[in-house]
């Protein structure tokens, strides 16, 4: 099978004919390590995870490209190319793994040309988790790339909470702080704590949303939308 990749909406083998040359666009980030060396103690103090968790750099993704074109076209794709991604914020999407979308900032580093035959290499310096399509209330995701036996479908608009509302949010591998829109003034209780959630979009930080069924229990009378963004490694 031929895989390719979209970027920004734009699919390269669709749109250019690309395919990508290798499928090992995506590597593991760097771990942000973080250690002191302590005179008069054997190894060091290793800080990493001082803040609970695990964080890490941003990766490279690095996709190589190669087609035949007539020699007079390849100067308006390569044009094409530049005028689309070059020095952009987008959005990538692999064809082996539909669920997610990689975000970050996007170069087209080298074109290189033998009469017909041209190559492009375009990189991105992209956020170290990929995002679940499909995330939010606010999210069309579509039936095409979605995985009806690995994806999760979250429904997280338009709750109806009369008096007190228990509601599950599944969690991702990657820590995510959600808005939660309300109609109405109400609270919401999160891990044994209650919170006040005033008219329209709040953020309360402590409630952080981790890998795993998440239980939040609204107390009121409205509606609420939850905007959260999942992701992996």
């Not at 044009?79 to 793994?97: A, M, T």
């Not at 579509?142 to 909470?161: M, S």
């Not at 309360?204 to 609420?224: C, R, S």
Request: aromatic share 12%.
């Amino acid at each position: 099978m031929i895989y390719s990749a979209s970027i920004n909406g734009i699919h390269m083998l669709k749109t250019y004919n690309m395919p990508l040359e290798s499928m090992n666009c995506v590597q593991p980030p760097e771990i942000k390590k973080n250690s002191i060396d302590i005179p008069g103690r054997n190894g060091i103090l290793d800080l990493t995870d001082f803040f609970g968790r695990t964080f890490y750099e941003n990766r490279t993704i690095t996709m190589n490209f190669g087609r035949i074109y007539d020699k007079t076209i390849w100067p308006q794709i390569y044009s094409e190319v530049l005028n689309n991604f070059h020095g952009k914020r987008c959005q990538i999407i692999f064809d082996d793994d539909p669920n997610y979308y990689w975000e970050g900032r996007v170069s087209v580093d080298s074109y290189e040309r033998t009469q017909r035959l041209g190559t492009l290499t375009i990189t991105v310096d992209a956020a170290p988790y990929k995002y679940t399509i499909g995330n939010t209330s606010e999210d069309d995701w579509l039936w095409d790339p979605f995985d009806l036996d690995y994806g999760v479908i979250r429904e997280y608009g338009n709750i109806q909470v009369n008096g007190t509302l228990n509601f599950i949010v599944d969690g991702t591998p990657m820590p995510s702080v959600p808005e939660i829109e309300v109609s109405a003034d109400m609270q919401v209780r999160f891990n044994g704590k209650t919170y006040e959630l005033k008219y329209g979009i709040n953020k309360i930080y402590e409630i952080e949303i981790i890998n795993g069924q998440n239980l939040l229990t609204f107390i009121g009378n409205g509606t609420v939308k939850i905007n959260y963004k999942g992701g992996s490694l």
